[in-house]
């Protein structure tokens, strides 16, 4: 039946989906969008510049790689792909020009201007006065000549190694004396960004006038230092992004750690997804380093005078609070600030914390007590991406030296997180930890912690399910909520999970989790086919979805089914969605949405209006295939009533937001009768009205976080 109806969708004149690839460069112009808004403050427009930059390195380290190596396989094979790899890269370098145009246009004719306005310059190495002149010279001989390496571009050096998401600059000099064009010299060298502490020089202030530089302008400005013999010079940037894809075998047998190590020294070596270059290196030059490098033509990116703005999370402030968001102290929470033992509160009933709104610490402080508390006889945890200092994962340290039972699942494949986890791991395996390294065949994502305590002869077990990561550093800016509780319906099935990862049995069964790949997919189509069951009824069906991406064609199709049964859907989409809105027939019903400001949208939300008997589910997973198939994910119902009006209010606010709200195709949805809705700062001022007046509502400043 269900492949009838894929048939049937798949047959409409208007197609019902959008390119995966595609959507994601959409999430990521709405990023953009950020930059370019005025109402942003100016050194956070700056910010999303950064992560435009970051996204889209990793957007060709990942996808546009995956691509690339689809393009090689035999055609018999690619003609199995929903749609020609080469064509979609084509699709994806169009866009990626676009945008990278319009990033261009923002940085010049709208940041630079506007830190001008406010009395700081960027300065390049044709802006400089005599003073100035003298004082980068100095500071080029002082601090950054010992960090040059120059590479000369001759006969000798038959390949160059340039290394992944490293600005290097292609020098080209000559004598304009010389009548001889073989006099024109080629060299490379990187721009020491790292071993400088950052890509930029603040030069000193004159009359309240600031200035700053990009190192790549110090070196430019002072090539003659570098090489005396040559009068011209000209010096252009390129950066190479290296396919990151981890091509190993997602197994356990061996030493999934020694793979995953070696993996990691492979990604400095991959193949070279793209080489961005400055369009106005000269041809000999360009040509010159890609015959030394191996790079091809196939490889090359039209990108700007500068690359690498991701380094721009590091743009000297100069103490101008007034160009930043106004501050937001993090919030207590109103019950577990009074409570003196987490534990013991927790006995009493549950809690929800919603980062990034409200403090991390209390997570902190339940992971510690238990490691301390003699009661404590066991704990374990999922750890996905750990902080690089992380607490929690100390707690867990201190925990099984203290003697506890403890067991740790360490995702060694979270992408790009990889080396922070093989070092927990191997402080916990010292430690007498058991630590487990996933299970054959999936990736461990869920958010999960279960503390078992001894009471009176009885084994009581505290559980800890979250949206978000144990870390502390992102719950400052991911939008999440964790759950507190001690409800056995709940800790039973995460004690289940725990026995997962331990046996390897995948033949659990849950009665109140949902859990990947056992019983979600099929969980989350039930609760979808209830409700098209009431619509056809002619009882009122709706469903709010939150969550980062929505990629999976069955979990669409199931939508759409939906929306033609008449059961009204409301998505909150931030990233991928590759569900089609509005289409006659197919997803008239269906409206989409997502929420770009100043806090990433992290949580995932499942409501279903179950003919006013409302469920809602919080979640680790997004509906996409491989969260859905290939992941351990958690999705945990909340039963306490308060909970779940403390998360309808904040989704509720995020419905009704018209002023960071933007559709599928990048609009601002914007009412004719616009309210002002700004949901991240409703949703602050919401949770600060839940404090008692008082008591303070805020930590005080670092005291808590």
């Known amino acids: 039946m269900e492949e009838k109806k894929e048939e049937k969708l798949k047959a409409n004149a208007e197609p019902p989906y959008i390119n995966r690839e595609l959507s994601w460069l959409a999430f990521n112009y709405r990023v953009l969008q950020e930059a370019k808004d005025k109402t942003v403050p100016l050194l956070e427009r700056i910010k999303f510049m950064a992560i435009f930059s970051s996204n889209l390195d990793e957007y060709f380290k990942v996808r546009v790689a995956t691509l690339k190596r689809l393009i090689k396989l035999k055609p018999k094979t690619r003609s199995k792909l929903d749609e020609e790899p ?3 890269l084509d699709k994806v370098l169009q866009e990626v020009h676009r945008q990278q145009e319009e990033f261009g246009q923002v940085f010049r004719n709208g940041i630079l201007a506007d830190l001008r306005k406010h009395d700081i310059h960027m300065l390049t190495e044709h802006d400089l006065n005599a003073e100035q002149e003298k004082w980068v010279h100095d500071y080029f001989e002082e601090t950054l000549e010992p960090l040059l390496l120059p590479i000369i ?48 020089v603040k030069l000193p202030t004159v009359n309240e006038q600031r200035y700053v530089m990009f190192i790549d302008d110090v070196i430019r400005f002072c090539l003659p230092r570098l090489f005396p013999k040559y009068k011209s010079f000209v010096a252009h940037a390129v950066k190479v992004s290296r396919d990151a894809e981890l091509d190993i075998e997602e197994e356990v047998s061996g030493s999934l750690m020694a793979k995953i190590q070696k993996s990691l020294k492979k990604r400095e070596t991959g193949y070279p997804a793209r080489l961005l270059y400055d369009p106005g290196t000269p041809q000999d030059l360009l040509d010159m380093m890609m015959a030394h490098t191996g790079i091809t033509e196939e490889e090359l990116v ?55 709104y409200q403090s991390f610490n209390y997570v902190l402080r339940l992971f510690d007590e238990a490691a301390q508390d003699p009661k404590v006889t066991a704990m374990s945890a999922t750890l996905y991406r750990v902080a690089d200092k992380s607490r929690i994962a100390k707690a867990l340290v201190k925990a099984a030296r203290n003697g506890k039972l403890v067991t740790v699942v360490v995702e060694l494949k979270a992408r790009f997180d990889e080396e922070s986890n093989i070092y927990w791991a191997g402080k916990l395996q010292k430690a007498g930890a058991n630590v487990i390294f996933g299970i054959p065949d999936l990736k461990v994502h869920s958010k999960l912690g279960l503390i078992t305590r001894n009471e009176n002869g009885k084994l009581v077990n505290y559980a800890y399910l979250s949206t978000g990561n144990y870390n502390e550093t992102t719950s400052k800016i991911y939008a999440d909520h964790a759950l507190f509780t001690t409800d056995k319906r709940l800790t039973k099935d995460v004690e289940q999970v725990f026995n997962l990862f331990v046996d390897r049995q995948t033949d659990k069964k849950f009665e109140h989790l949902l859990v990947a790949p056992i019983n979600m997919r099929q969980g989350f189509v039930k609760l979808i086919d209830r409700e098209i069951k009431n619509a056809k009824k002619g009882l009122p069906a709706s469903m709010i979805l939150k969550m980062n991406a929505l990629q999976d064609n069955r979990m669409i199709q199931k939508l759409y089914e939906a929306s033609q049964a008449g059961v009204k859907v409301q998505l909150l989409v931030r990233g991928i969605c590759c569900l089609k809105p509005g289409v006659k027939g197919v997803s008239e019903n269906i409206e989409v949405r997502g929420i770009v400001d100043r806090y990433l949208e992290h949580a995932r939300v499942y409501i279903f209006h179950n003919n006013g008997e409302e469920k809602m589910y919080i979640a680790s997973a997004d509906w996409m295939t491989r969260n859905l198939n290939r992941r351990v994910e958690v999705a945990f119902p909340l039963y306490q009533p308060d909970l779940v009006e403390q998360v309808r209010h904040i989704i509720d606010l995020q419905l009704q937001d018209d002023t960071k709200t933007r559709s599928v195709d990048n609009s601002y949805m914007k009412p004719e009768a616009p309210t002002n809705v700004r949901a991240q700062y409703a949703s602050y001022a919401y949770l600060r009205e839940l404090v008692p007046s008082g008591m303070a509502a805020a930590c005080e400043p670092g005291e808590k976080e």
Not at 166 to 195: F, H, Q, S
Not at 313 to 341: A, C, M, R, V
Request: hydrophobic letters at 30%.
């Open 153 to 200: 571009l001759d006969e000798t050096e038959t390949h160059l190694f340039l290394r992944d998401q490293t600005v290097y600059l292609g020098v080209k000099m000559w004598d304009p004396a010389e009548e001889n064009c073989k006099a024109e010299r080629y060299a490379m060298l990187e721009i020491p960004t790292k071993k400088h502490g950052g890509r930029f």
């Open 302 to 356: 039209e990108g700007s005078k500068y690359h690498n703005f991701r380094d721009f999370f590091g743009f000297p402030d100069f103490n101008l609070p007034g160009l930043k968001y106004e501050p937001q102290p993090t919030l207590i929470h109103p019950q577990l600030e009074q409570e003196p033992s987490i534990l013991a509160a927790m006995k009493e009933r549950d809690y929800l914390v919603h980062y990034p």
């Open 86 to 88: 080469q064509e979609t």
